[in-house]
């Protein structure tokens, strides 16, 4: 991969999830109170037609559940869709299982990498798997190459 594809890819967005046992009350604190009756009252609507919707509602009323899953992220949209939800309402609901990020933020930069940086970072990469390589040859009949190697290394990295 090259710098422009490394910082292409982590441009990218990936869906973070928080893995979170959400309760009704965490939900409460993000759409308050009337949004959340919406909620609760969608979940005791669809539970007619689907008894394990109780289940949600035991979950989220005692231990909490997780909405971390694409599963789950497609049960919000679908009782978001038949309670008429809001769409804020419905993406803090989901927003409470994981976000998208760009994949910069999920591997730790600190900011949004540059083309430079990356070019840097791969450049440095580079340089420790040919030392790595090279350093694998001593003691071997190789030995000749990889210092010659250890040396090309060196004098790149004084010239950077």
Sequence with gaps: MNAEQRLAY?????????????LFADITAVVG????????????????????????????SSVGLS??????????????DAGEWPDEVRDAVKALGGVY???????GYESEPTLELITKQLQRQDWHERFDAATNTLGTVEQDAG??????????????
Excluded: F, H
């Design 67 to 80: 909405l971390s899953t694409s599963e789950r992220q497609g049960v919000i949209d679908m009782l978001a």
């Design 147 to 160: 210092i010659a190697a250890i040396r090309a290394i060196a004098d790149e990295m004084a010239g950077a």
């Design 101 to 107: 990020k760009p994949r910069w933020q999920a591997e």
């Design 10 to 22: 982590l441009l990218e967005t990936q869906w973070v999830p928080t893995n979170k046992a959400v």
């Design 33 to 60: 109170l009337e949004a959340t009756a919406l909620v609760v009252g969608t979940i005791k609507a669809a539970s007619a037609a689907n008894p394990l919707m109780d289940t949600i509602l035991i979950a989220m």
